[in-house]
């Protein structure tokens, strides 16, 4: 049974920052796209960041580009988000995915979803 699990979220002042942590269990993440996508109250779901198979290109939304970085950790079976001088416009539920069919923009194209983990930036 494929399952993700986020965690690090928290509580943090505007000009923090925080790393969110994505471990994997059921199966191993090196052979396949992983992406983070966000959740505010009374909006959509949507794209933050999404990092291939080989690590090698990621993707990001222009809100956190040069704030945010994505990485991987094979040996772990874990991905991470490192956000850099958090916004209070960041605050939301953060969520890791993985897709079966590489990195991609679209909710849609990702397979299976963690439970999320809240981010909160004060002002």
């Known amino acids: 049974q494929v399952q993700l699990v986020e965690s690090g979220g928290g509580l943090v002042q505007a000009g923090g920052s925080l790393r969110l942590s994505c471990a994997a269990s059921?199966?191993?993440?090196?052979?396949?796209?992983m992406g983070w996508f966000r959740q505010a109250p009374g909006k959509e779901r949507e794209f933050v960041t999404t990092?291939?198979?080989?690590?090698?290109?990621?993707y990001y939304a222009d809100s956190v580009k040069g704030r945010f970085t994505t990485s991987r950790d094979g040996a772990e079976n874990t991905v991470y988000l490192q956000m850099n001088s958090l916004k209070p416009e960041d605050t939301a539920v953060y969520y890791c995915?993985?897709?079966?069919?590489?990195?991609?923009?679209?909710?849609?194209?990702?397979?299976?979803w963690g439970q999320g983990t809240q981010v909160t930036v004060s002002s």
């Open positions: 995915a993985i897709s079966f069919t590489g990195a991609s923009r679209n909710w849609r194209s990702y397979d299976y």
């Open positions: 059921g199966l191993t993440i090196r052979s396949y796209a």
């Open positions: 990092i291939t198979w080989s690590g090698t290109v990621t």
